[in-house]
């Protein structure tokens, strides 16, 4: 079955700072993989999705995601967050031969001091 | 930019009422999802919707829940006898119009359910 972990529950950088939040997955086929970021009081937003191609994909609000094929990895960067960037990211995986459903890490919850 | 609805965005009920989260989705979207997310755990997902039929649902998506399409622009998710552990946020979400993974699934603000 596939799985998504986000091994760090609770980060905190200063703010302008560079950022790193990782995402392990498992899944036997080639995984499509999104980052989706929530504010509080907010739904889901998507920041960037990986299909195939190049394995630097950008996203918006300066957030980018480098797929790692050998190390099951798909982990977000910033180089300089910014207090808005304040929020909880979630690491996803597609199935679309199962609904389409997405499969959800755990999140992590992202603190910027000043 | 259009956007996922939902209403309400708090609901309070009772155990063993039922109750009706309502979605609208985008306007040409297609598929639509109902995901939840219990207090400080993984988002869920709980069933996908698509030609007026589910294509998937999760283990969670028992016999005490079901979804609808009642007219074009509204999507629901009833649940008949709310239980403690069915207090949640729900997220609704729609994607179109292939359904595949090119197409984003956009997600509403949700709707926290409180079952006392």
């Known amino acids: 079955a596939q799985s998504v972990t986000q091994p760090d529950i609770h980060i905190t950088v200063s703010e302008g700072a560079s950022l790193e939040l990782r995402c392990n997955y498992s899944?036997?086929?080639?995984?499509?993989l999104f980052w989706y970021v929530q504010s509080p009081g907010q739904g889901l937003q998507l920041l960037l999705k990986?299909?195939?191609?190049?394995?630097l994909v950008q996203g918006i609000k300066g957030f980018e995601a480098e797929f790692k094929r050998s190390q099951s990895s798909f982990n977000l960067r910033k180089p300089s967050v910014h207090w808005s960037d304040a929020a909880e990211y979630f690491c996803?995986?597609?199935?679309?031969?199962?609904?389409?459903?997405?499969?959800f890490g755990g999140g992590t919850r992202l603190m910027v001091k000043p | 930019e259009p956007e996922v609805t939902q209403t309400p965005s708090h609901q309070v009920t009772q155990m063993g009422q039922e109750v009706i989260l309502r979605c609208v989705p985008i306007?040409?979207?297609?598929?639509f999802y109902w995901y939840r997310q219990i207090l400080g755990q993984k988002v869920e997902f709980l069933v996908s919707?698509?030609?007026?039929?589910?294509?998937?649902k999760s283990e969670i998506f028992d016999d005490q829940f079901s979804v609808e399409r009642p007219d074009g622009s509204n999507f629901t998710l009833k649940i008949r006898s709310t239980k403690l552990e069915d207090s949640a946020m729900y997220f609704c979400?729609?994607?179109?119009?292939?359904?595949?993974?090119?197409?984003?699934?956009?997600f509403g603000p949700g709707t926290r359910l409180t079952v006392l």
């Open positions: 979400a729609s994607s179109g119009p292939s359904g595949q993974a090119t197409d984003t699934q956009y």
């Open positions: 899944y036997g086929a080639t995984p499509y």
């Open positions: 990986y299909f195939s191609g190049d394995t």
């Open positions: 996803a995986v597609f199935r679309n031969n199962a609904g389409n459903m997405l499969t």
């Open positions: 306007s040409n979207h297609l598929y």
């Open positions: 919707f698509y030609n007026n039929e589910i294509s998937e």
